[in-house]
């Protein structure tokens, strides 16, 4: 399962990890972020000890969602060292998301 991400845990989850992170921003009425959720939740455990996968409830947790431009959703972000370096926009195949971890691995 994903990990539950706040506004007040982004910084020590996300940036301040030594792995990459994967950052699902979502909402629970949300109707393609619930269709993302569950490939969200296999990437989390594939990637499980290499990489950080996690997502932030939007409704909840605003602060991060406007930081970095989140407008639509689902939009997943990955970061690296602190940074983004790939961002999919809306329901995306798995493979998107396992192809933007593997680029940073």
Known sequence: MALEITDATFEDVVLKSEKPVVVDFWAAWCGPCRMVGPI?????????????????????NQQFAAKYGVRNIPTVLVFKDGEIVNRQVGVSPKKAYTDAIEAVL
């Open 40 to 60: 969200i939740d296999e990437v989390s455990n594939e990637y499980e000890g290499k990489a950080v996968v996690g997502k932030v409830d939007v409704d909840a």
